[in-house]
C-alpha cells in the first residue's frame, strides 16, 4: 500500500496566485513527521517545511504552510502568493517512530508550473 | 560553507566498472542517508548510517557497499556497474530526534549523476 501518496502528477497556477499541493499519507504510529521538498530542474533538493505528528498548529515558513489534517491524514503544502521560481517538483515525504532511523518515504512528487 | 556535499558530481563510465561516490557533511548530524532518484523522478532510500552503524539497508543489490569512515562521512561505492544503475544518487544527513535535535528533517547533498554506458 501506498505510505504518501501525491495524486496531482502535474499542477498549474498563475503568477500571484495560490496554490495547494495534496499529499496523504497512511501510518499506524502515534509519532510521526511530515516533509516537503522542493526539487527545481537544477535537481538539488531544499527542504521547505516541517509538522510533526503532535504538533497542533499547523506549520508555516514564509509563504509556505501546512494544513495538516490528522484525521484526514492529510498535509497538504500551501503556497501563497506564487512566483515563478516557484516553478519545480514537489515531493511530501513521512519518516514513522521518532528516530531519523526510520524510514523516510517520499510520495512520487507533484510538477509544479507557475504562469506569468 | 556547504552543508552537504557530494563528489563527483557527474559520473559516466562504462557496464562492468567500479565507482565511488563521496558524501561529506559539515552539520554536526550523527545521521545519515543515501538515496536513489530514478528516471521518473521516483526517490527511495538505499542505506542509512547512525553514528557510523547501518541501522537500513533496504533492498539494493550486494554490487552496492557503504562506507561510514566517521560520522561526517558516507561514501558509496559501485561494483559491477549495470545499465540499470543510471540514475540520481543523493546523499543526505539528520540529526536524531532521540540523540536531541528538535527535528530529524534531512539535508540533501546536491546529487550525482551517474550514466552507465
Known amino acids: 500500500a501506498q505510505k504518501i501518496t501525491q495524486t496531482q502528477p502535474g499542477m498549474f497556477v498563475q503568477e500571484k496566485e495560490a496554490v495547494t499541493l495534496d499529499c496523504t499519507y497512511d501510518?499506524?504510529?502515534?509519532?510521526?513527521?511530515l516533509f516537503w521538498y522542493k526539487q527545481p530542474s537544477s535537481g538539488e533538493m531544499i527542504f521547505l517545511i516541517y509538522q510533526g505528528s503532535y504538533d497542533e498548529q499547523n506549520a508555516t515558513e514564509g509563504r509556505y504552510s501546512l494544513n495538516f489534517q490528522k484525521a484526514r491524514k492529510s498535509a497538504n503544502l500551501v503556497i501563497s502568493a506564487s512566483q515563478l521560481g516557484d516553478s519545480a517538483m514537489y515531493f511530501c515525504a513521512m519518516r514513522e517512530g521518532l528516530s531519523g532511523g526510520f524510514k523516510t518515504i517520499f510520495g512520487a512528487g507533484t510538477r509544479l508550473f507557475v504562469k506569468a | 560553507d556547504t552543508a552537504v556535499s557530494q563528489t563527483p558530481k557527474y559520473l559516466v563510465t562504462q557496464m562492468g566498472n567500479d565507482k565511488s561516490i563521496k558524501c561529506e557533511q559539515n552539520?554536526?548530524?550523527?545521521?545519515m542517508y543515501w538515496y536513489k532518484q530514478d528516471s521518473k523522478k521516483f526517490l527511495k532510500i538505499m542505506f542509512s548510517y547512525n553514528n557510523k552503524e547501518l541501522i537500513i539497508n533496504e533492498t539494493v543489490p550486494n554490487r552496492f557497499s557503504p562506507k561510514s569512515p566517521d560520522k561526517a562521512h558516507l561514501n558509496l561505492h559501485i561494483n559491477s556497474l549495470e545499465l540499470g544503475d543510471s540514475a540520481v544518487y543523493f546523499c543526505a544527513s539528520s540529526q536524531d530526534l532521540l540523540a536531541g535535535g528538535s527535528t530529524d528533517t534531512q539535508y540533501f547533498g546536491p546529487g550525482t549523476r551517474l550514466t552507465v554506458l
Open positions: 552539520l554536526g548530524h550523527d545521521t
Open positions: 501510518t499506524s504510529d502515534q509519532s510521526y513527521g
